[in-house]
């Protein structure tokens, strides 16, 4: 059964804010869910379980105060490892949590369970294997994190990774990795997803948990500050170089890959994600520290435009004609 990505239409844009850890917060979902875009924070962002229901509630009651606003999702780490899994995938069962990002794992169980209260599953994925077993265990979408990614990245140029994804099943992709504008979000369509999920472009958002100092850094940084490696923590992903030196380390002598987990000291890697900052290859599109409502508004605008600008680009079969410069 195919779901309806724009749950009834009150979803405005093909967008998830991606969840955060340690900078997503209710706020924030608030904020882009009020405006029409899937607002999200990860459950493990909260240091206690009582912390999390207490931003479920906040949630529930900020969305309230909207007509028709978007529905909420939180990012679960569906896995073994994640001692607090089975008592959170609760907790948003009694919340009626509308969707839920998980992530690590596909449980066919978990996916059942959210189900059962009438949500969905989008499943973070790297490869089309990682797909495949998604789908086949029951998830509703799939989550393809591209390399470029804020936080743990995948490695896979996006138009390999969705054309692959595409030979193995027909539900819905949402794509990640380095997307800043409407006018990416339509890219993505073009390429074959159904929505985007943006991290990065959030981050200096002024309800969001980052500081000023990360704040400032998110400003000053572009695409050519964001270092790769799999050996800080053992998982691909995404570091700001300036964050890197600042926490005593040389970038240029740690390893893109090592073998099974960090090769770093850990005192220095206890820094990771407070003082060490993660940010994708989209940074450079930060330029100020703006409101999560004019943010989203400024997407669907960009969007709505690169419709309307694409429309008269496309033109009619046989018709080759050059790409606007919008
Ligand atoms: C600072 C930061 C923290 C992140 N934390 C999480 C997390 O806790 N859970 C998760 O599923 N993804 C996390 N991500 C990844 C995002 O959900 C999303 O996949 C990514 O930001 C998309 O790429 P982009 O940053 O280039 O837009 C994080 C990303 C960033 C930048």
């Known amino acids: 059964m195919s779901i309806d990505l724009t749950f009834g239409g009150r979803v405005k844009v093909p967008l998830i804010v991606a969840p955060m850890f340690l900078t997503s917060n209710p706020p924030m979902a608030i904020a882009a869910c009020s405006r029409g875009v899937i607002g999200s924070y990860p459950a493990h962002a909260t240091r206690t379980r009582e912390i999390f229901a207490d931003w479920l509630v906040e949630t529930e009651e900020g969305l309230s105060q909207y007509d028709s606003p978007a529905p909420f999702a939180v990012n679960l780490v569906v896995h073994p490892t994640n001692e607090r899994y089975p008592g959170d995938l609760e907790l948003c069962a009694k919340h009626k949590v509308p969707i839920i990002l998980t992530s690590k794992g596909a449980p066919e169980d978990a996916f059942g369970r959210i189900h ?15 797909a495949e077993k998604a789908v086949a265990a029951g998830a509703d979408a799939v989550i393809a994190v591209c390399a470029g ?40 369509q073009a390429m074959g997803a159904s929505m ?3 991290g990065t472009r ?17 400003i000053e940084c572009t ?5 790769f490696s799999a050996a800080l923590d053992g998982a691909p992903a995404n570091w700001l170089r300036p964050t890197l030196i600042e926490a005593g380390l040389d970038p240029d002598d740690i390893p893109a890959y090592s073998k099974g987990m960090s090769v770093i000291n850990p005192k220095k890697m206890e ?17 100020s520290v703006e409101r999560t409502s004019d943010l989203c508004d400024q997407i669907i605008l960009e969007y709505e435009v690169a419709k309307t600008e694409f429309g008269k680009f496309i033109g009619a079969p046989g018709q080759v004609s050059a790409a606007p410069a919008v």
């Open 202 to 218: 959030f981050i200096a958002t002024e309800e969001c948990l980052a500081d000023e100092e990360q704040r400032r850094i998110m």
């Open 149 to 188: 990614a804020g936080g743990h990245t995948g490695t896979i140029n996006p138009f390999a990774l969705i054309n692959e994804i595409r030979e193995v099943t027909d539900k819905p992709i949402i794509l990640a990795g380095g997307m800043s504008t409407g006018r990416d979000i339509l890219a993505a």
């Open 271 to 287: 820094g990771r994600y407070t003082r060490i900052k993660s940010a994708g290859h989209g940074v450079g599109m930060i330029k």
């Open 116 to 130: 059962e209260w009438g949500g969905v599953a989008f499943h973070d994925v790297a490869s089309a294997r990682h």
């Open 196 to 198: 985007g999920y943006f």
């Open 223 to 227: 695409a050519k500050d964001v270092f």
